[in-house]
């Protein structure tokens, strides 16, 4: 027998690089695991803006 492989949703936690922008998702292993931050400081002090990404001085960060 042979079973299909099964692909399980994973969390994401801590800074996240996606499409070329860095995001933060909370990492405490109550309810804000794995909540986006948007619009506010992460906990290490970092600006995301209203969609999450990584701004510095007001500028979009972005991997190249």
Not at 14 to 43: A, V
Request: proline content about 5%.
């Amino acid at each position: 027998h042979s079973f299909p492989t099964r692909r399980l949703p994973i969390l994401l936690t801590g800074w996240q690089w996606i499409d070329g922008y860095c995001y933060y998702f909370g990492t405490d292993s109550g309810n804000n695991e794995g909540h986006l931050y948007r619009n506010e400081k992460t906990p290490d002090g970092y600006q995301v803006d209203n969609e999450g990404r990584w701004v510095k001085n007001g500028v979009l960060q972005i991997k190249k």
